[in-house]
C-alpha cells in the first residue's frame, strides 16, 4: 500500500529522530558508565583474539534433539549423567561469551574468575550444576535398577534425562527470580514455576536461569543485574526479548529445550534473532503461574507461556506437559494434511510509520515458502492486505493499557519498577540515569513515561481498542480452522547492540497476535548474508496449534532448520 506524502515525511522525520536519539544515548551512555560502572561483566581473555561467533560444539550429544536424547537415556544406549556433563561444558565454553546464563553475583564473580585462571572452570563450574549433576546420577541408577520397561517410561517421564534451561522470570527452586530489577537481586525462589514442576515431573533436568530484559518489557535482554547477552551468530548483535537468554543458549547449543513467556512476541523475537523455533500458544491454554511480573487484568489475555527449542519434533511434547489439563483445549491428536490447508500470505504491515520497512532477505526467505508449498502441494497461497495490520503498534498499546471486563485498570509500570516500594518517578529516573546512578535501564525508564503518555488520550484509546476486536473478528473469520497466515517475525535480522532504541516499534510485527489471542510459531529459514538467522511466522485460529506445530515440522524438514552458529 503507497503511503501519502504527509505519512513518508512523518516517517523521514521519526527516522532522523531515532538517528539523533541514538547518537544521543550513545554519549549519555558512555557518561553514565564513566561516572557508575554497570553491572559485572565478563571480560575477555587476555590476548585472546576478537571473536565473530561463538565455535560450533564438539560434543555429538549436544546436536540430538531433546526426544531423540530422552529415547537413549530410556533405552540405556547414553548415561544421562553424560548428557548433563555434555551440557555443562557447552555452557563453560561459551557462556562467557554470550553471558545468557545466569546465577547471581557470585556466578558473575566465578565467570571471572574463569577467565582469569582457566584451570578453575571444570570445578566452579560443576559446583554451580551440581544439582543438575545429582539429578542425572538418578535417573542413571533408576534406569540400572530396571524400573519399568521402555513404554511405561516414556508414557511416566517423556523427558527423561533431558536438560534444560528456564527464563530468570520464572521461579526455579534455589535460583534468583529478579526479572533483572535490581531491587530483587537477593531474592531467591523457594518453589517452581508451574510449567517448570511440570517438565520436571516430566523427567526433564533443570540447568539453571536465562537473562531477560528488565521486567520483560524490551526487546534486547540487558539489565543492570546480569548485564547485557550477546548473540551466537554475532556478538555484536542482540539476542531479542525479554526471553533472550533462552533463545540464546537454545541457538547456541547450550540447552535443547527451554521455558519462555511472551506478551509482545518475547518467545519469537528471540526465536527468530537465534535461529530457533518458539511457539506462542493460544491464550489461555499454558498457566502463567510463578512468574515475576505475571499479568493482571486484561493482560491475562495476552501473556502466554510457551516452548522454546533447536528442533520442531520438540515443541509438540513440550506443549503437552506444560498445558497439563489444558492441552484438552487444542487438537494436538488430529492428523494435519497441509496439501488441504488454506495458507495466506501477508509479506509486511501496510506501511507503518513506526516501524522498519521488512528486509529484501526476509522476504525473499519467506516468497521461497510460498514457492515450496504452491509446488510441492499444489495449493494456491493467498496474498492478503489486513489494513488495520498497520496499525499493529497503536492497537498493542491501547489493548495493554485497557480496562479488564470488571472494569480493573491494567497494572502500571512503574509499580512493578517499585515492585511494592518506594513509587518511581520516570522523569527524576531519565535524570539519575543520565548521571550514571539509576538502578533502571534507558528501555524502562523509557516504558513507563510512555506509560503516562498513553493516558492523554482516553477516547483515541478505545477507538484502537474496538479496531483492535475489529481485527480479531476480521483474522478469526479469515484463518477459520483450517487456515494459516504466513508473515515476518520482525522487519529486519538480529540488530546491533542498541539499535532497538532507534526503532523502538519494530516488536509490533509480534505483540498484534498476543492482543488477538491467537496461537503462532516462529519457525527458522536458514541464514542471511550476513550469517543472521532468518524466519517467518505461521499464525492459525485460536486452539488450532496443530496446524502451526505441524508447519513448523514441514519447514524444518524442507529447509533445513536450526543452522548452528559457526559451521561454515
Given at each position: ?43 575477555p ?23 531423540q ?22 555452557i ?119 537473562n531477560c ?74 498457566p ?43 487438537k ?38 510460498v ?116 508473515y ?27 492482543v ?29 496449534d ?23
Amino acid at each position: 500500500m503507497a503511503l501519502s506524502r504527509a505519512e513518508r515525511c512523518l516517517v523521514l522525520l521519526l527516522r532522523l529522530l531515532s538517528r539523533a536519539f541514538l547518537v544521543l544515548l550513545s554519549l549519555a551512555g558512555r557518561a553514565s558508565a564513566a561516572l557508575a560502572p554497570g553491572p559485572c561483566a565478563l571480560p575477555p581473555p587476555v590476548g585472546a583474539p576478537p571473536v565473530r561467533c561463538v565455535p560450533p560444539p564438539g560434543q555429538p550429544l549436544v546436536l540430538l534433539s531433546a526426544g531423540q536424547l530422552a529415547r537413549r537415556i530410556r533405552r540405556r544406549e547414553v548415561k544421562c549423567i553424560d548428557v548433563v556433563q555434555a551440557y555443562i561444558k557447552r555452557i563453560e565454553e561459551i557462556n562467557p561469551f554470550v553471558n545468557a546464563v545466569v546465577k547471581d553475583r557470585l556466578a558473575c564473580r566465578r565467570n571471572t574468575e574463569i577467565w582469569v585462571n582457566p584451570s578453575l572452570a571444570v570445578d566452579e563450574w560443576m559446583l554451580w550444576f551440581d544439582a543438575a549433576l545429582q539429578e542425572a546420577h538418578h535417573v542413571d541408577k533408576l534406569l540400572s535398577e530396571g524400573h519399568g520397561d521402555e513404554d511405561s517410561l516414556q508414557e511416566k517421564f517423556p523427558f527423561l534425562g533431558v536438560p534444560f534451561t528456564v527464563k530468570e522470570a520464572f521461579a526455579l527452586h534455589g535460583m534468583p527470580n529478579t526479572s533483572g530489577l535490581v531491587s530483587r537481586r537477593n531474592l531467591i525462589s523457594t518453589s517452581d514455576a508451574l510449567v517448570v514442576s511440570r517438565l520436571k515431573q516430566a523427567g526433564a533436568i533443570p540447568l539453571g536461569v536465562t537473562n531477560c530484559s528488565e521486567l520483560c518489557m524490551w526487546y534486547e535482554s540487558s539489565n543492570n543485574v546480569y548485564g547485557r547477552t550477546n548473540n551466537p551468530y554475532d556478538l555484536q548483535r542482540i539476542v531479542g526479548g525479554s526471553s533472550g537468554g533462552e533463545g540464546c543458549v537454545l541457538g547456541a547449543a547450550c540447552s535443547v529445550i527451554g521455558v519462555g513467556s511472551d506478551i509482545g512476541g518475547s518467545i519469537r523475537m528471540p526465536a527468530f534473532f537465534n535461529g530457533i523455533f518458539g511457539h506462542k500458544p493460544t491464550t489461555g491454554v499454558v498457566p502463567n503461574d510463578g512468574q515475576f511480573p505475571n499479568a493482571l487484568g486484561v493482560r491475562t489475555e495476552f501473556l502466554c507461556t510457551g516452548p522454546m527449542c533447536r528442533y520442531a519434533e520438540d515443541l509438540e511434547p513440550m506443549l503437552r506437559v506444560m498445558a497439563g489439563p489444558g492441552v484438552r483445549k487444542l487438537k494436538l491428536d488430529e492428523k494435519v494434511s497441509l496439501e488441504k490447508v488454506k495458507f495466506y500470505c501477508m509479506e509486511h504491515d501496510g506501511g507503518s510509520v513506526f516501524v522498519s520497512p521488512v528486509d529484501r532477505e526476509i522476504l525473499q526467505a519467506q516468497r521461497k515458502v510460498v514457492e515450496r508449498l504452491e509446488a510441492q502441494f499444489g495449493v494456491q497461497v493467498q496474498h492478503v492486505t489486513i489494513h488495520k495490520m498497520k496499525y499493529a503498534f497503536q492497537i498493542w498499546s491501547a489493548m495493554m493499557s485497557s480496562r479488564d471486563s470488571d472494569g480493573q485498570e491494567a497494572q502500571l509500570f512503574t509499580d512493578l519498577l517499585g515492585d511494592h516500594g518506594k513509587p518511581v518517578w520516570p522523569l527524576w529516573e531519565l535524570m539519575k540515569w543520565f548521571l550514571g546512578i539509576s538502578l533502571h535501564t534507558i528501555p524502562a525508564i523509557a516504558l513507563a513515561l510512555t506509560e503516562k503518555l498513553m493516558k492523554l488520550n482516553p477516547g483515541g484509546n478505545a477507538k484502537l481498542v474496538s479496531m483492535g476486536h475489529s481485527l480479531r473478528t476480521e483474522m478469526m473469520n479469515l484463518l477459520g480452522t483450517d487456515g494459516m497466515l504466513l508473515y515476518p517475525s520482525h522487519p529486519i535480522v538480529a540488530p546491533k547492540h542498541h539499535s532497538p532504541l532507534g526503532m523502538p516499534f519494530n516488536f509490533a510485527y509480534t505483540a498484534v497476535f498476543n492482543v488477538l489471542g491467537l496461537p503462532v510459531t516462529q519457525c527458522p529459514l536458514g541464514l542471511s548474508s550476513e550469517g543472521l538467522p532468518l524466519g517467518i511466522q505461521v499464525v492459525a485460529g485460536p486452539h488450532n496449534d496443530h496446524l502451526t506445530l505441524a508447519m513448523a515440522r514441514y519447514l524444518e524438514k524442507a529447509f533445513g532448520g536450526w543452522v548452528c552458529p559457526g559451521k561454515s
